[in-house]
């Protein structure tokens, strides 16, 4: 199947711990996101990678540091994990035209700090 | 900063009505797009609209892009239960940003 795919699914985990996110497109695009969804379900983004350079790099705290190995690949690594951080991210991709068609979502990483 | 109000913010209808909600913001976009999310799923695309008054339309759902560039609208028709979710507009701010409103959420009544 082509698509967006993140792992892991759930992640649950204590203050102060360092985690991962993995993301994996296989739809051929060149741009790749993170996007975070609050309580609220509000959706907003975070990074951008266009063939694994950054682009976009909203004000988010210094402690999330996105890597991009390939295009078709983008992870997000948070260090000292706080009860903030809670929250369900989203990795998304899109083709060409600048994202003018829109993105193609993964079904997210539900993360809950405790 | 920007920001897209969505309206209603929820509604509860019975299977068959017709639904319309609506993404108003103070600011131009060139592009909008709708979306659907369902629980425990990331939001899938629904329309895509690129010109001021452009009216498209995917099965039963139908996306207006308002004329004055700040506002979209999008309507179901004949909803049936599967159609519940939150729907979320989100407007093109610059190359490869999209700002996405504060989401409609329907519930179908059988």
């Known amino acids: 199947d082509t698509a967006v795919s993140q792992t892991p699914k759930y992640l649950v985990t204590q203050m102060g711990n360092d985690k991962s996110i993995k993301c994996e497109q296989n739809?051929?695009?060149?741009?790749m996101y993170w996007y975070k969804q609050d309580s609220k379900k509000f959706l907003k983004i975070m990074f951008s990678?266009?063939?694994?350079?950054?682009?976009i790099n909203e004000t988010v705290p210094n402690r999330f540091s996105p890597k991009s190995p390939d295009k078709a690949h983008l992870n997000l690594h948070i260090n000292s994990l706080e009860l903030g951080d809670s929250a369900v991210y989203f990795c998304?991709?899109?083709?060409?035209?600048?994202?003018?068609?829109?993105?193609?979502f993964g079904s997210g990483t539900r993360l809950t700090v405790v | 900063g920007q920001q897209l109000n969505q309206s209603p913010q929820s509604m509860f209808i019975q299977e068959g009505e017709d639904v319309s909600m609506n993404c108003t913001s103070s600011?131009?976009?060139?592009?909008w797009l709708w979306y659907k999310q369902e629980p425990g799923e990331g939001p899938v695309l629904l329309i895509a609209l690129y010109k001021a008054g452009e009216l498209t339309s995917n099965g039963r759902l139908t996306a207006q892009f308002g004329i004055t560039r700040k506002d979209s609208f999008l309507n179901i028709s004949a909803s049936i239960p599967s159609d519940v979710g939150i729907y979320f507009c989100?407007?093109?701010?610059?190359?490869?940003?999209?700002?996405f409103g504060t989401g409609t959420r329907l519930k179908v009544l059988a």
């Open positions: 998304a991709s899109s083709g060409p035209g600048a994202g003018g068609y829109g993105y193609t």
């Open positions: 739809l051929g695009h060149d741009t």
């Open positions: 990678y266009n063939n694994k350079e950054l682009i």
């Open positions: 600011s131009i976009f060139n592009t």
């Open positions: 989100a407007g093109q701010t610059g190359t490869y940003k999209y700002i």
